[in-house]
Structure formats: structure tokens, C-alpha cells
């Protein structure tokens, strides 16, 4: 299983962004799926999660009401909307599946190599 972010950019605070991550290799339903995130100098930390299906959501504190992730099973992706950014959001964002989906780096099994995203005041 392979997973490809991308997505990221520069942007102004306030601004938005929409993160993909497109997954290739087994049907993507077969997963739970997050989004975690990476800071210079910081541990990785969770950003959302989304189960197979799509219907439960979870969120860090932090981005919760800002950010939504979704997915579209029939093109094997799954999104990070970003809204609202903020500069604290300036990380390297990573995608990643695995059989649960929780707010554990552990749950998952594939990883993304990741996308930066920088937010400028």
C-alpha cells in the first residue's frame, strides 16, 4: 500500500488549504485513515482521523471546527480541509492508514511522505 500527499503550500494566516492523499496498492475502504502532523523541532503529532467508511470523525483540539477531513472511497483518496490556518499550523503533514484509525501513531501501518505546509502572519 502506497500512500502520496500533497497539497501543501505556502499561505497567509487566514487562509485555506486542501490537503490529498491518494492511496494506491488496495482499495482505500480497507482502512481507517489520519492525518498527523510534524513541527521543526517537535514529535509528530495527530491531527484527524476518519474511519473506513467515512461516517465518524475525530479531531485534535487544536484544529477542531478549522480542519474537516473527508474521503472518497471511489477515487481511493482521502482530504484535509485546512480553514482558518494559523502560523502554529506550519508543519509537515502526513497522511496514513491503517486497520483501526484512532489518534495514535501506532494504529497505522502506511505512511505518506508527507507535505509542508507554511502559514505566514
Known amino acids: 500500500v502506497q500512500l502520496q500527499a500533497s497539497g501543501g503550500g505556502s499561505v497567509q494566516a487566514g487562509d485555506s488549504l486542501r490537503l490529498s492523499c491518494a492511496v494506491s496498492?488496495?482499495?482505500?475502504?480497507?482502512?481507517?485513515a489520519g492525518w498527523f502532523r510534524q513541527a521543526p523541532g517537535k514529535e509528530r503529532e495527530f491531527v484527524a482521523a476518519?474511519?473506513?467508511?467515512?461516517?465518524?470523525?475525530v479531531y485534535a483540539n487544536s484544529v477542531k471546527g478549522r480542519f474537516t477531513t473527508s474521503r472518497d472511497n471511489a477515487k481511493n483518496t482521502v482530504y484535509l480541509q485546512m480553514n482558518s490556518l494559523k502560523p502554529e499550523d506550519t508543519a509537515v503533514y502526513y497522511c496514513?492508514?491503517?486497520?483501526?484509525?484512532?489518534?495514535?501513531?501506532?494504529?497505522?501501518?502506511?505512511w505518506g511522505q508527507g507535505t509542508l505546509v507554511t502559514v505566514s502572519s
Open positions: 496514513a492508514a491503517g486497520v483501526s484509525w484512532s489518534f495514535t501513531i501506532r494504529s497505522y501501518s502506511y
Open positions: 496498492g488496495r482499495p482505500v475502504i480497507a482502512y481507517g
Open positions: 476518519i474511519s473506513r467508511a467515512g461516517a465518524m470523525t
